[in-house]
């Protein structure tokens, strides 16, 4: 049985969607939707197995079709996701899920009571990098997390209406959250403005956690040398991840302390070594991320599994994102964090 | 004339400044005092030249020296150069300038009152690269300067008695201070401690000024790879220092963004366009700072020219240090700076 | 007026031509032809504004037609260029030229008597790299040329009908050709075949000039690290191109020696003191190299100006090619070489 | 029982040895001679413990020495050594062994006769790096090897009276001859001097085996870049050693190739694949490679074991220099060589 996708909304991330979509095993392709006629014309000519439309209400009316892919504007989300659940359709969304925490948890609280699949677009779970960093956690190689740094930054297009940290955070965000399941406690954003838009180019994000644990974001439009580097640091091992390496993008160094007490009883201070040992660059599965993330969306509408970013995940983010933003507004002032570890929310 | 100096403390850097004062030209290494018989004696094998003593007062009552260089352990930085100034000898003294802003400010006052040179030992400041980035700061090349973005991380030598930031940021902080004079309005300090010492291992810096400009830092003992990495960004160029590239240290980018306005008057948004040219490695001087350093503070002692780093310098360092502390003790919270910039210091 | 053009081979890179030539500036493409009618249809669909046609004698009777792109398989290029070349028609090639170095010869004469343009498609030579390096050739900024090294290995694709120096040589033989005029006297190449081929998938090449200048190259298709990267050392200055390089892939070196003779006469020697100055990586032109080279030939077409590769130049490539075989084939025996260089050729 | 060292040559590298020499685990530095009473005093000074002197027959008639190491110029070593082995003493010498084969070959000789050990210092075979990636080779983790790639370049020290290959080659070659036991068949080497001394800086040299693995070097004191570049490729595995990295120095790569016939009996052809898997940096010893040595030739003078580089693994090293000299004067022509193999030499 195939599983029957209809994708609303062919812009600039639709048409990936679709081409993906399209050949993924176990799917069907049947609708592409936009409210622009030329779009509609123009995935009529890519996907020709696909039936084009403008009408919404088309794709809801099937009631052989199984999964609505949503891809459009970000202000549209909450009312065709809406539409989609009520129509008993399984979703999968762009990020961010919603424009805000109030309507992403009604989403979250409305796929629960329909009992469908909600699933958000973080693309960057199912890279071969953070599927083996994943593994890597796990399996416990690293040992327990210490923390998380992640430098995101170059001279790029300045988004003219978000600021950096809505346009670069939500993908080390998901991966931060993917790795570590903790609820933190508190976020502290401090971020800076150098052309007078007054959005913020660069932002700095700190995040802490009640076992100790620490994460902290580098967000930058402005900056000389394009970076995409991110440290873990577990206490049996720290593994590197540099996007822009060509190669060996994830490093896992064989290195750490280990603490230990000298001196006599009453005068006794604790000394730290540190040991060092090799260092290896797993093998890394280099298929397209979104060709892997497909056929897992499809997958887990078969077999009813609850997918990695699925819509309590993708809530998470948007609660991290929202408690920066008023970090921010408040100039760097701590901001205390509720419900955004897995299974919280319950404010 | 030469400038007869006196060095006192002679346990891990006084040798290091024993060597470079013998051999600097217009000077003359006359004492090395230290109060343990051996390292006087190790002295004296080592620097035939100098007379090696127990006794601190023979340098404070040889009227014909000129020069006390302070390296013992921190405590005693405020008395020692306190009984030297009042000998109406000049100082330099080993960072941190002393225990506490107040014993700083104390030391600060006392040399102005005895018309007396007191130079705070920030080496940093006379390396190739760090000479090479004020001049490109000074003649203008970089433009108004935007930020500086500074990690200083490695798997390090843990110290049990101060955190790392005590530790690693006098190094930054004095570069920061050096290319940019303003005074900042606040810090903020995030921190970690990954041991049970209590003493973090790794800490978060920001500072922001009333222009906009802000800095940030990155200290951390407990990091897979070693870097020593900063990032000036300026409205016109930008320049990253790489202090672990063996070659090429310091490069400039040219390379920035220009605003413009597009659309309609009531609707005109600003748009940033980007433009990159090229980059250049300028050659540094490769000369040892130490020896850069030695020579300066002679000069300065025979024309009575103000140090770059003197008292009041060490001072702004002291102030940023205690504040950031106050914040990390605070759990990051803002902490308002008084007095850090050139003049400042009011309070 | 638009030179009208025709493409003849529509396999690997045919379509990468046809996509250049149909949206070149003063250009218009007429043609397409392939023998394989699935080809032509493909490229009906792709090229709705061009003609496809599995006749080639079409594109020869069109009087109007101005210019014909060859990119069959290397066995027709000779027969192909040459109908063309004797139908009055301008003529690109892909490289090599021909098969053997006397077919280029006569296909070099033939364009000559007919009055043609023949160009032979080194796309390399386009490259904003490429074009950067023969600038600062061409403006002396390196001074006389001492030495070209350059190194293009990979685990690769193992092409099981030539060995490693056809498939990889012409590439960096076309870029030092390209900045370096002179003759060479002489080469020598060295291989190695680890399968059971017998082709070599190793092969280093060496070639010396009257002038002192040296040539040298490693080509290797099993290699751990992806490497190209050339060095190109003048009296004055020296240029590192690093083609792996995201940022900054050529970098020139302000770096060189200088002699002098130290001692009295009788015993006087020469010593050599070295100088090394700043390094700079000068913004390059990053448009897509065949663009720039279909415009080129395109001009070419239109004011009669030879171009940068022409017959010539594909048959210098060809003849070091040759001997180079020669000396692999001899096991490493030095090849004298005749006619490689501009103007050479009357052997 | 220590070992009773006297060491001959107290310039350059003398002082290195005795430093060593006098702390290794189970030696005695008694002697250090020069026939310059300047350095002899400056010995007396520096090593209390050992007893400085010009004259060498002391050394000579202690009978309880039991080794001598020779640190003087190179046209000193045959008389030297000579005499220390007709004197009943165990040798290490510098390298290159002797000025010509044939006093290498006496030495060897005269060491069997005797019955003494004779050793040669390659320090480089006690690196960490060179210790384990011979480790890899021996236990076949990298297969049956292929090739060994090999360039160390830089813009370096002109030596006035030796070209690039007698001052650079003897590093690659001894680890070559270390990892690689086979008796090279041939040698080619080209060379380019570009300076009016007529000595090479430039030198590439390219050696054949009968199993069909080469070997290729380049050596280049006028380079922009300093390369210390390894590469040694055996069936199973690679390995690049890079001298100029801080950190991993040595990765080891699971990639290679494997072949396979395709098509029908009478039109089958090879085709090659390749697989590529993990990398890794093992963890290398940071020891001092010279106090390895030291530790090692004192325990084979105890145990009476052979030394690594012993007397005939020098004469190795001198015939490829001596063979690829001759390459080198004739042009690069191919020169046959024997006796360069372990158990060669019988010609």
Known sequence: ??????????????????RNFSVAKGGELRYICDRDPARVEEAARLFSGAKA???????????????IV?????????????????AGKDVLVEKPLALTVAEAEELVDLAKACDRLLAVDHTFLYTGAVRKIKELVSDGELGELLYFDSVRVNLGLFQHDINVLWD???????????LHDEQPQSVIAMGASHTSSGFENQVYMHLEYPSGFVAHFHWNWLAPVKLRLTSICGKRKMVVYDDMERGEKVKVYDKGITENARGVETMKKIFVDYRTGEMRAPKLDHGEALAEEASDILECVKTRRQPTSDGEF????????????????????????RGVGPGGGGS
């Not at 949503?70 to 009520?86: D, I, N």
């Not at 993708?314 to 901001?335: C, F, P, T």
């Open 70 to 86: 949503v891809a459009t504007p970000v202000s549209a989300h909450y009312p065709l996701v809406k539409l989609a659940l009520e």
């Open 314 to 337: 993708g809530l998470r983010i948007m609660r991290l994102l929202d408690g920066a933003q008023k970090s921010l507004e408040g100039g760097g002032k701590r901001v205390e964090l």
């Open 1 to 18: 049985m195939s599983i029957r996708t209809g994708i609303v909304g062919f812009g600039y991330w639709g048409p990936n969607l679709a």
């Open 53 to 67: 439309t403008t009408d919404f209400g088309e794709l809801l009316r099937d009631d052989a079709l199984d999964l």
């Open 168 to 178: 670069l955070a939500p993908h080390d965000l998901s991966i931060l959250c993917h």
